[in-house]
């Protein structure tokens, strides 16, 4: 699904996407956490000062038009979209 032959890359596997990034209540992240792809793990850290958590996740633009939406209705604010590229 993600992989794809990239020549400027030596023929290495690359996998491509996007990274998204959000805040979310402690109450939330159950919730939250079971929308997201599993893919890669998320990394959850919480924000300092503040009882909000920062969760990362890497997904397909796809599933990213998919999951906002629903991130949203979970409580989750300020989303970011950002493009991710992995080279292995």
């Not at 850290?45 to 958590?53: D, F, L, N, S």
């Not at 890497?58 to 604010?77: M, Q, S």
Request: hydrophobic share 40%; aromatic share 10%.
């Amino acid at each position: 699904m993600f992989n794809s032959k990239d020549k400027t890359n030596n023929g290495k596997e690359t996998l491509e996407g996007v990274n998204l990034m959000m805040h979310a209540l402690p109450e939330k992240l159950p919730y939250v956490l079971k929308l997201l792809p599993k893919t890669k793990p998320a990394r959850i850290k919480k924000i300092a000062g503040k009882k909000w958590y920062n969760i990362l996740t890497f997904c397909t633009k796809k599933e990213a038009r998919r999951l906002i939406p629903k991130l949203k209705n979970a409580g989750c604010e300020d989303i970011v979209e950002f493009p991710a590229i992995f080279h292995f």
